[in-house]
Nanobody, 126 residues
């Protein structure tokens, strides 16, 4: 099993920055891709960014390209999401997710991911 624990959420003004962390423990060698999803009230959970096991491949949804950066430290078994130029529409609960090796490093649908963190709230005020 793998456990994922997020940290770094909070309240920030529009235009500000936050850096989310996701620490993995357990059978971390079994993880291929890691990703960040978000879910706003009344909306579906959506993939924000993902990164491959090597870190060489990344995915971003269009609305965060140029503002968010996903990275991964293999030695620390930790993934990060640096969020800059935050907008009120970025307000959501952000979840870290992991997908097992043997397939793609990311999937846009949350049902295809194998491990989840508990979520961390990000609130951007206007």
């Amino acid at each position: 099993q793998v456990q994922l624990v997020e940290s770094g959420g909070g309240l920030v003004q529009a235009g500000g920055s936050l850096n989310l962390s996701c620490a993995a423990s357990g059978r971390t060698f079994s993880i291929n891709g890691m990703g960040w999803f978000r879910q706003a009230p009344g909306k579906e959970r959506e993939l924000v960014a993902a990164i491959s096991q090597s870190g060489r491949s990344t995915y971003y949804r269009d609305s965060v390209k140029g503002r968010f950066t996903i990275s991964r430290d293999g030695a620390k078994n930790t993934a990060y999401l640096q969020m800059n130029s935050l907008k009120p529409e970025d307000t959501a609960v952000y979840y870290c997710a992991g997908v097992l090796s043997g397939g793609n490093y990311y999937y846009t649908h949350p049902s295809n991911w194998d491990y989840w963190g508990q979520g961390t709230q990000v609130t951007v005020s206007s």
